[in-house]
């Protein structure tokens, strides 16, 4: 068991790097921050610094309260659009 977590903690590792070169978009966020609580749920892991896992809990968190306020302002917009505030 143990030589099959380390390949997987590799492949996670590089994932990583090449995730920390890609533009900082919310899919790189989101999967940036998954592999880091999984490496740092794992046993493998030789101790994510904490910053690390801080800056990816914050930026996650960013994301998801920014993602809030786009579906509110799509709802906002919605209900305008519906009631003719716009017109041509």
């Given at each position: 068991?143990?030589?099959?977590?380390?390949?997987?903690?590799?492949?996670?590792?590089?994932?990583?790097?090449?995730?920390?070169?890609?533009?900082?978009?919310?899919?790189?966020?989101?999967?940036?921050?998954?592999?880091?609580?999984?490496?740092?749920?794992?046993?493998?892991?030789?101790?994510?610094?904490?910053?690390i896992i801080k800056k990816c809990q914050e930026g996650e968190m960013s994301l998801r309260q920014g993602l809030m306020l786009a579906k509110k302002a799509q709802e906002l917009l919605r209900s305008a659009l519906d009631e003719g505030l716009f017109s041509a």
């Open positions: 068991m143990i030589t099959e977590a380390k390949p997987d903690f590799e492949a996670k590792l590089e994932r990583l790097k090449k995730l920390s070169e890609m533009e900082a978009e919310s899919n790189v966020v989101v999967e940036i921050a998954y592999i880091v609580n999984s490496l740092k749920a794992s046993s493998s892991s030789k101790g994510i610094p904490e910053e």
